[in-house]
């Protein structure tokens, strides 16, 4: 009788795993992309200046952009579940 050996590779903590698996790195660039796409349609749609804006005035697309980001990445539909 032949028995192959079994490889047993310690797996590390639960957080790193989920932390930079392959989904979660592909849910951080789509939020990136999704804030960066929200900074510049602020831009876009009010023809404003650099110099005349404020973080505050930007920060409610950029939440937008990222939650859009992390929507596309993780609704049902998108790990085909629906």
């Known amino acids: 009788m032949e028995f192959k050996q079994l490889d047993i590779k310690p797996e590390g903590s639960w ?7 392959k989904h979660s790195k592909k849910t951080y660039l789509f939020i990136f992309l999704g804030a960066a796409a929200g900074v510049i349609l602020y831009f876009l749609e009010g023809d404003r ?4 804006i404020t973080f505050n005035d930007v920060l409610p697309n950029i939440l937008m ?4 980001g992390l ?5 049902p539909c998108a790990r085909n579940k629906c």
Request: no cysteine; charged share 5%.
């Open 15 to 21: 957080f790193a795993r989920n932390l930079w698996s």
């Open 65 to 68: 952009g990222g939650f859009f």
């Open 71 to 75: 929507f596309i990445t993780n609704s």
């Open 49 to 52: 200046q650099l110099s005349n």
